[in-house]
């Protein structure tokens, strides 16, 4: 078994996601419709470095088998429980912002792939 499929078999948790922000020209953003992705969620402070070279500490760090949008949103939980519709937006929930992605590949299968994602607190809308 590879060490990917190994983590994987380890996703034991589900997050919302949303992907492709785009900026709705008045300092917000609009998104897809919600997914749910299974994951590794781990609570806690991480210090990571951004894009423009600066030390910053995460809020969390999530890990999962798709690469994942910069700015995108997660939720920890599942689509049932906040009563989600398609139409709800990750401000209107305890949504985390996405900092960076990490692209981990495995040693064995070069197709294969774990994401280490950062996440940023967003406070409820």
């Known amino acids: 078994m590879s060490l990917a499929n190994n ?5 034991n948790d589900t997050v919302v996601y949303w992907d492709s922000p785009t900026n709705d020209g008045s300092g917000g953003f609009t998104y897809d419709e919600p997914e749910e992705l299974s994951c590794r969620w781990v609570q806690g402070s991480e210090v990571m470095r951004g894009d423009n070279g600066e030390e910053t500490a995460s809020d969390a760090t999530v890990y999962v088998s798709k690469a994942l949008d910069q700015q995108g949103m997660l939720f920890l939980g599942t689509l049932d429980d906040s009563n989600f519709d398609s139409n709800l937006l990750p401000d209107q929930v305890t949504a985390y912002r996405i900092l960076k992605t990490e692209r ?3 040693l064995q299968k070069a197709s294969e792939s774990i994401y280490k994602v950062y996440l940023g607190w967003q406070t409820r809308g």
């Not at 983590?7 to 996703?11: A, W």
């Open 7 to 11: 983590i994987l078999k380890r996703f």
């Open 104 to 106: 981990i590949p495995s």
